[in-house]
């Protein structure tokens, strides 16, 4: 059995050069989205891992019969 997690990571650059008074800003406000992001990847990951988890555990139980 075999389970793919597929994670896509997002910055809006047009909108973070549009915001940002220099490249020393601009940096910063990547660097904040990006952290962001990583946030929201880690706890999306984490759910998905979970999900996988409790697949494989019912196709195991579904094997040895259990259930």
Known sequence: ???????????????????????SDAYRRLSDELESERN????EFKRRLREAMLDFRGALD????VG
Not at 1 to 23: N, P, Q, Y
Not at 40 to 43: I, M
């Open 1 to 23: 059995m075999r389970r793919e997690i597929v994670l896509t990571v997002e910055a809006d650059i047009d909108k973070i050069v549009c915001e940002s008074g220099d490249r």
């Open 40 to 43: 929201r990847v880690v706890w």
């Open 62 to 65: 579904h094997s040895l019969g």
